[in-house]
């Protein structure tokens, strides 16, 4: 029994029904927002396209912003590299920060990340709750962190914490920015091989920057 027809019947479901259920309002929302727009989309229509009541959706959410956010956690888990991809490798400072760039920007351009970029710039305007849905940029702060330690640690000489956290953050824009808004419609799409090449020559020029950083 799923767990609208527990609802319907007055019945309990089970934790399996629940994180079923769960997960289909989270996409039906997705694929709703993603099309029609978060201003066009209701509490009615993603309850009804999920068959449940607008009270069980209630019990889940406490409005469209609360689902919002929740929505851009769930693009942010599907767009991360699977668990058994390791997120540095390498020998060298250059190598794992240049495999760790293109990570960074193949999640940046894929279809569902591009889109909610283009919900956020279409709507954002009109709708301020959809800046604070993205909860700090959902990611980012785990990437910043990740990229200081490795400079704070690996590069020679290496950077103090805060310098460290600040590099870090501008070569997050560096790497993603441009190709991102290329893809948005910008100036048109890069290929692979121009990705791999932006990724390559970003790199080296942040490093070199970053060695030239006054101690």
Known sequence: MSLAEASRRGGRPSRAEAEQLGERILEIATELFLRDGYGS?????????????????????????????????????????????????????????????????????????????????????????LLAGLGGERGRPEAVMLIASLLASRLDPPMAHDDAQFAAGQF???????????????????????QADWVGRTTRLFLVGCRGWPT
Do not use: N
């Open 41 to 129: 989309t209701s509490i009615e229509a993603i309850a009804q396209a999920a068959g449940i009541s607008k009270r069980t959706f209630y019990a889940r959410h406490a409005g469209k912003p609360d689902l919002f956010a929740a929505v851009v956690g769930r693009i942010v888990e599907q767009i991360r590299p699977p668990p058994e991809v390791p997120l540095l490798a390498g020998t060298t400072l250059d190598e794992i920060l240049e495999r760790l760039a293109g990570l960074m920007l193949r999640a940046a351009l894929s279809p569902r990340a591009l889109a909610l970029s283009r919900l956020i710039i279409a709507e954002s305007a009109r709708f301020p709750e």
């Open 172 to 194: 997050i824009q560096m790497v993603v920015s441009w190709p991102q808004r290329c893809a948005l419609g910008a100036a048109g799409p890069m290929l692979p091989g121009e």
